[in-house]
């Protein structure tokens, strides 16, 4: 048996990583592969011959596939890569499971992605399917729950909802002077804390594209599906991530786990008690100081947003 939804594979210069997550993807033999990769730094020694081994992984592909490739030829960085990347995946398709080379999903995220894709295909509302869970235990009785948090380490959308990303936020300075963020944020210190990021992201100030994403869906008054266990984990802590440096965080190699039948909710709400609890647990920068804590030459802009692309 093949699966029918294309998967979007985001690689780049870690050939170990990649080849564990490529493993997986080969299991679920996808009729249509489509492989997204940056070019390497210019001033980054090896970096050319770690890409180009990275690439080679994809000639092991050993099963009827479609497989379509995007190179850059320059180091686009993180944001632009991503975004121009996942926007061709959607040009071509309507629908996407997409991986990072350091996400490594459960057998049963595959399964558990498409049957969401099909149910909520026509649902505005739901504008991506998760395959993460941070919190350390079920906020639901059911198979999953409905909330504001866009995790991305193994995720699954439609066209319909990508065709509503801002990479640039266009809109951002004026939605600033309105009262919508509070809305959406538990506290002050959320709203602080979101108001600051999505000035910087904004500005241009932090190369990465998710929380450009999150923002849209937020605008979008955007529902994420959220699995009740954890069915990814980031293998990829560590020196060589871009933002995941340390490997002490507690998102670190969390443990995966396989969906059993699912259980489906009679709507599609937002569980806003499981939002709030996230947010006091996983985003809010105190409980994580420890295991993010900036040496003295770090850069704190750089050291906040580690925090909450570690969260996401």
């Not at 997986?24 to 492989?35: F, K, M, N, Y």
């Not at 904004?202 to 069915?231: E, F, Q």
């Not at 560590?238 to 489906?264: F, I, K, Q, Y």
Request: glycine content about 4%.
């Amino acid at each position: 048996m093949t699966l029918p939804t294309p998967i979007l594979f985001c690689i780049f210069n870690r050939p170990a990583l990649t080849r564990q997550v490529f493993e997986t993807i080969r299991h679920q033999r996808p009729q249509t592969l489509l492989v997204v990769q940056d070019g390497p730094r210019a001033d980054r020694k090896g970096e050319a011959d770690r890409v180009a081994e990275t690439r080679r992984i994809l000639e092991e592909v050993d099963w009827d596939c479609d497989v379509r490739t995007n190179f850059a030829n320059e180091n686009l960085g993180c944001k632009q890569r991503m975004a121009s990347g996942i926007s061709w995946g959607f040009d071509q398709f309507e629908r996407l499971i997409i991986l990072e080379d350091d996400c490594l999903p459960s057998e049963s995220f595959f399964g558990f992605s498409e049957s969401l894709l099909n149910r909520f295909d026509e649902n505005e509302r739901v504008m991506m399917i998760s395959g993460d869970n941070f919190l350390p235990k079920s906020h639901s009785p059911h198979s999953y729950y409905f909330s504001k948090w866009t995790h991305i380490w193994g995720w699954a959308s439609w066209r319909r909802a990508w065709r509503k990303f801002d990479l640039e936020m266009s809109d951002w300075p004026d939605v600033r002077e309105s009262a919508w963020l509070e809305s959406l944020c538990c506290d002050e210190a959320e709203l602080e804390h979101w108001n600051s990021i999505f000035d910087q992201q904004h500005a241009g100030l932090i190369d990465t594209w998710d929380y450009s994403w999150m923002y849209n869906c937020w605008r979008h008054n955007g529902l994420t599906v959220l699995p009740h266990r954890n069915l990814v984990t980031n293998i990829g802590f560590g020196d060589s991530a871009t933002h995941t440096l340390d490997v002490a965080s507690p998102l670190a190699n969390m443990p995966r786990r396989e969906m059993g039948r699912l259980l489906h909710p009679a709507q599609a709400i937002r569980n806003v008690d499981a939002d709030a609890y996230s947010w006091s647990q996983v985003f809010k920068p105190r409980p994580m100081l420890e295991a993010f804590r900036p040496s003295k030459t770090a850069n704190w802009r750089n050291w906040w947003h580690r925090i909450r692309r570690a969260a996401s």
